[in-house]
Nanobody, 118 residues
């Protein structure tokens, strides 16, 4: 059974930092791409950052470039999102997302709340 388990959310003041973690398990056919989405109150879910397993290419939303860094630790099947210089507009539920190489199926974690106070 596939699982994506996130951790690391919390409350932080503007300008602060948080690191989110997502540990994947049960992906027998591997993961083609893994990353983070977020959903703020009253808004749709948006892509934040992702990393390709095949070539290591990364994507960042314009709103987080220069502040967020995505990385992977393959030995632990874990992806991290280091978030620096956090802003109140970063407040959202952050979801880990993984895409399988066969069928391009999407899997989601349960979400972790990030709240940035001004």
């Amino acid at each position: 059974e596939v699982h994506l388990v996130e951790s690391g959310g919390g409350l932080v003041q503007a300008g602060g930092s948080l690191t989110l973690s997502c540990t994947a398990s049960g992906f027998g056919s591997g993961i083609a791409e893994i990353g983070w989405f977020r959903q703020a109150p009253g808004k749709g879910r948006e892509g934040v950052s992702c990393i390709s397993s095949s070539d290591g290419l990364v994507y960042y939303a314009d709103s987080v470039k220069g502040r967020f860094t995505i990385s992977k630790e393959n030995s632990k099947n874990t992806v991290y999102l280091q978030m620096n210089n956090l802003k109140p507009e970063d407040t959202a539920v952050y979801y880990c997302n993984a895409v399988t190489p066969v069928g391009k199926y999407n899997y989601w974690g349960q979400g972790t709340q990030v709240t940035v106070s001004s």
